[in-house]
C-alpha cells in the first residue's frame, strides 16, 4: 500500500504512522525524522535544512523533493510505503506523482487526520521537541493552513478523513479500518 498521512503538527501523525507501519508491513518514512537525523549527524544536509527546522519553516522543494526520491528508491519501498510529512505542499505532490508514475505507481489514499489546532497547540507544548516554542507552534500550524491543507482539495478523490481526538489505540483502529474500507 502507498498511502501519505496529512494532518497539522502535533496531530499524532507519527505515532499513529508507527503503529500502522507495522500493521501494514510497509516502511514509514517521515521527512522530519530523516531532517532531524541529519541535523544529529552534522552532514551537509543537516546543516543545511537546520535553520528552517528551528523557524518552522518549510524546507526548500529541491532539497526536500532529492531527499525523499532517495528514499523512496531504496529496496523496502518498491513495494509500499507510508510517508509522513510529504508531501507539504501542491508542488511536492506532483512531483511525487511523476516520482511513482515513472515507475508505473500511484498513491492508493491519502489519511487525514482532523484535530482542532488548540487542541494540538496544547499537545505540542507538552512535547517539547526544539521547534516546539509556542510561536514556533503556531508559525508551524500557519504553515499547515496555507501550504499543506490544500492537499486536501488536491487529492479529494483519495482521501480518507478520521477524527484524530482519542486514545492512540482507538485512533489506529479508526484508520484501519478507513483504509480497509477502501478496497
Ligand atoms: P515534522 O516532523 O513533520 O513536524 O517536520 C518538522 C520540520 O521539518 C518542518 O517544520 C519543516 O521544517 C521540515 N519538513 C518536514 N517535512 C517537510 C517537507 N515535506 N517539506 C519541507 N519541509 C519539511
Given at each position: 500500500?502507498?498511502?501519505v498521512?496529512?494532518?497539522?503538527?502535533?496531530?499524532?501523525?507519527?505515532?499513529?504512522?508507527?503503529?500502522?507501519?507495522?500493521?501494514?508491513?510497509?516502511?514509514?518514512?517521515?521527512?522530519?525524522d530523516?531532517?532531524?537525523?541529519?541535523?544529529?549527524?552534522?552532514?551537509?544536509?543537516?546543516?543545511?535544512?537546520?535553520?528552517?527546522?528551528?523557524?518552522?519553516?518549510l524546507?526548500?522543494?529541491?532539497?526536500?523533493?532529492?531527499?525523499?526520491?532517495?528514499?523512496?528508491?531504496?529496496?523496502?519501498?518498491?513495494?509500499?510505503?507510508?510517508?509522513?510529512?510529504?508531501?507539504?505542499n501542491?508542488?511536492?505532490?506532483?512531483?511525487?506523482?511523476?516520482?511513482?508514475?515513472?515507475?508505473?505507481?500511484a498513491?492508493?489514499?491519502?489519511?487525514?487526520?482532523?484535530?482542532?489546532?488548540?487542541?494540538?497547540?496544547?499537545?505540542?507544548?507538552?512535547?517539547?521537541?526544539?521547534?516546539?516554542?509556542?510561536?514556533v507552534?503556531?508559525?508551524?500550524?500557519?504553515?499547515?493552513?496555507?501550504?499543506?491543507?490544500?492537499?486536501?482539495?488536491?487529492?479529494?478523490?483519495?482521501?480518507?478523513?478520521?477524527?484524530?481526538?482519542?486514545?492512540?489505540?482507538?485512533?489506529?483502529?479508526?484508520?484501519?479500518?478507513?483504509?480497509?474500507?477502501?478496497?
Amino acid at each position: 500500500m502507498r498511502l501519505v498521512l496529512v494532518g497539522p503538527p502535533g496531530a499524532g501523525k507519527g505515532t499513529q504512522a508507527e503503529i500502522l507501519s507495522n500493521k501494514l508491513g510497509v516502511p514509514h518514512i517521515s521527512t522530519g525524522d530523516l531532517f532531524r537525523a541529519h541535523i544529529s549527524q552534522q552532514t551537509d544536509l543537516g546543516k543545511e535544512v537546520q535553520e528552517y527546522l528551528d523557524a518552522g519553516e518549510l524546507v526548500p522543494d529541491e532539497v526536500t523533493n532529492e531527499m525523499v526520491r532517495a528514499r523512496l528508491a531504496q529496496g523496502d519501498a518498491v513495494n509500499g510505503f507510508l510517508l509522513d510529512g510529504f508531501p507539504r505542499n501542491t508542488a511536492q505532490a506532483g512531483v511525487l506523482s511523476r516520482m511513482l508514475a515513472a515507475d508505473g505507481h500511484a498513491l492508493d489514499a491519502v489519511l487525514e487526520f482532523r484535530i482542532d489546532e488548540d487542541v494540538v497547540v496544547e499537545r505540542l507544548l507538552a512535547r517539547g521537541r526544539t521547534d516546539d516554542k509556542e510561536d514556533v507552534i503556531r508559525h508551524r500550524q500557519q504553515v499547515y493552513r496555507t501550504e499543506t491543507a490544500p492537499l486536501l482539495d488536491y487529492y479529494a478523490d483519495i482521501v480518507v478523513t478520521i477524527d484524530a481526538v482519542g486514545d492512540v489505540e482507538e485512533i489506529s483502529e479508526r484508520a484501519l479500518r478507513a483504509l480497509r474500507a477502501l478496497k
